[in-house]
């Protein structure tokens, strides 16, 4: 889906599958540059959003691949989001999402430094 402008993940709490391999499948794609098109991308609280595949999908946000990306949502529960939040305070940091406007990101817990450096990037 190379033209896809817009993506919006629902909330999605379901203990049958836990497994993050859709989100990692998503970081995949969008630092392989398939998704270059993408102006929106919007993803709610879901169990399959380890702290881990976070910080994936975050670092591939933060590629450049996704350089024409304007709006951003996230919204993570796992306390284990400080590697994320690096990531993309790099990526913002680095100009890799320069025609970002829109920009939310709701987390539960996240350490003062990785929070710090976002602030400082933004």
């Avoid at 994936?56 to 350089?67: D, P």
């Avoid at 996230?74 to 400080?82: E, I, N, P, V």
């Amino acid at each position: 889906l190379p033209s896809l402008q817009g993506l919006v993940i629902p909330y999605g709490r379901s203990t049958e599958n836990l497994n993050a391999g859709g989100v990692v499948a998503l970081a995949n794609a969008l630092s392989s540059g398939h998704l270059a098109e993408l102006r929106g991308l919007e993803i709610d609280e879901r169990e399959d959003m380890t702290g881990e595949a976070f910080a994936g999908l975050c670092r591939s946000l933060a590629t450049g691949k996704v350089s024409l990306l304007q709006t951003l949502d996230l919204a993570l529960f796992y306390d284990d989001t400080g590697e994320g939040v690096g990531a993309l305070a790099e990526g913002i940091w680095g100009r890799k999402l320069s025609l970002l406007v829109s920009f939310r990101l709701a987390l539960c817990n996240v350490n003062g430094l990785a929070v710090s450096g976002l602030r400082l990037a933004l």
